[in-house]
């Protein structure tokens, strides 16, 4: 499999030199970035970032946060899960690409059916995981952005610490430690996970 370094454009003597055709990327550019490479991308304020890759800490956190999420999610209809992979277009100078992220049922049948095309908005519940690469601040303004164009709940996990802080419309957040519970709250009703589960053996 191609990587960045070896698709003509993506890096020229170390630096990024994507650009768009026009003033703004479009959703059809922004998927033919995936395309020969396997480099994951963002857009942020208009400039395109590339995402090394994480550690196995990371991976091991989102597979089990997804499949705690996935069978009760799947089993009430309540919605639907999307990884990593999927493009979230919040405005036209932000894409984001969450660790994962819940659709509502009811924003789904206003799309149906769903496409492979970039999904305008912000999920309804958006998870991103740290990783060593990561900066607290940034993935902070992140999570700010999340809800800013239309997330109801958010979610920053921290392996190492154990922690996770939980992002809610027009408050702080709430730092979790490792014996407390990770809620849905009313985006995901009934939804409870110890943090002590999720983080066991880590």
């Not at 698709?7 to 998927?31: F, I, N, Q």
């Not at 952005?145 to 408050?171: E, H």
Request: with cysteine; charged share 25%.
């Amino acid at each position: 499999m191609p990587t960045s370094r070896h698709v003509r454009g993506v890096w020229e003597l170390g630096a990024r030199s994507l650009k768009p055709k026009g003033e703004y990327w479009t959703d059809d550019e922004l998927l033919r970035l995936g395309t020969n490479t396997d480099v994951k991308y963002e857009l942020w304020n208009g400039k395109i970032i590339a995402m090394p890759p994480a550690g196995l800490k990371h991976g091991i956190v989102i597979t089990r946060l997804t499949a705690y999420l996935g069978i009760y999610v799947l089993q009430r209809k309540l919605g639907e899960l999307a990884d990593g992979q999927s493009g979230f277009r919040l405005s036209m100078e932000h894409c984001f690409e969450p660790d994962i992220a819940f659709i509502s049922r009811e924003r789904l049948t206003l799309l149906e059916p769903v496409s492979e095309k970039i999904f305008h908005g912000s999920p309804d519940l958006a998870v991103e995981v740290l990783s060593p690469s990561d900066s607290i601040t940034k993935t902070e303004l992140k999570m700010r952005l999340y809800l800013t164009y239309g997330s109801r709940l958010a979610w920053l996990i921290d392996p190492n610490s154990k922690t996770v802080r939980v992002y809610r419309p027009g408050q702080d957040f709430e730092l979790l430690r490792a014996d407390r519970w990770l809620t849905g709250n009313s985006v995901i009703p009934g939804f409870r996970l110890s943090l002590a589960r999720l983080f066991e053996g880590l």
